[in-house]
């Protein structure tokens, strides 16, 4: 496994596994066989209610947990400093941990200030290793960065070829964040899993398209963290490391870049209604 370093100087794996939308029946069973296939990183959050899947897993599995990387995220409902504070404990409890290795704000609505500066505070305590956001577009990631003790060291925001995140990249960069993409697959949108030109390029090499999608993001140093529940998918998935894209293919990928989001804007008022009603009804 490639790993990258954060700006605090901690070793985070390129390639993970994400738990988005893995119900809670499910979830210990699925990391279980994502850590015994070789996965290190485990990617979940409060809003996905399957922390204890995943505690339970990472309790099991016999890995040592120092040699995991496990990942949560502050939901809307938890914002602000006294209940995110609140709400780290409860995620440490429920990932059955005496520490997050990342932590990150969900999404920058509510009093985020507040929710960062608890996690400044758990952070000096030891028990969080790294912290940052999540779909923070470029502007409030500049906002929170210029104004917080401790930059944002990840940023976890929609990235797949055809929202490749350039540009934000670029801006993350100039404040030590790592981009971390969700949504690597795009959700099928699209017709990803039918893109001709991926199919193409992975058949020069003797990989799947979802390899090359996810080569792709690891040659331009993002975090990736597909998801499947099938075991052969998560093998596939982890199988990226043993070829490289060359210099004119990744010209080729960059060509399918649409530059805006498959799936939503947060600066759209239906979506922040929606997200902030989501926040309040959890």
Known sequence: ????????????????YGVYQVSPSECERCVSDAIS??????????AYFNEEGVGNAIKKCGVPRNE????TKVWISNAGYERAKASIEESLRKLQTDYIDLL???????????TYRAMEEAYRAGKLRAIGVSNFYPDRLIDIAE????????NQVETHVFNQQIE??????????????W?????????????DTLIAIGAKYGKSLPQVALRYLIQRGVVVIP????????????????FTLSDEDMQTILGLDLGHSLFFSHYAPQTVKWLVQYGKNK
């Not at 990150?104 to 507040?114: S, T």
């Not at 670029?170 to 993409?181: A, D, F």
């Open 68 to 71: 995991l990387f496990i990942v």
């Open 183 to 195: 949504g690597p697959f795009a959700e099928g949108r699209n017709n990803f899993f039918g893109n």
């Open 227 to 242: 998801k499947s529940v099938k075991k052969e998918r998560m093998i596939q998935n982890i199988d990226v490391f043993d």
């Open 37 to 46: 296939v070789g996965y290190r990183l485990i990617d979940t959050a409060q």
């Open 147 to 154: 104004f917080s003790e401790i930059p944002p060291m990840v």
């Open 104 to 114: 990150l704000i969900h999404q920058p609505f509510g009093d985020y200030y507040g």
């Open 168 to 181: 934000a990249q670029k801006i993350m960069q100039e404040y030590g964040t790592q981009i971390m993409s």
């Open 1 to 16: 496994m490639e790993t990258i370093k954060l700006s605090n100087g901690v070793d985070m794996p390129i390639l993970g």
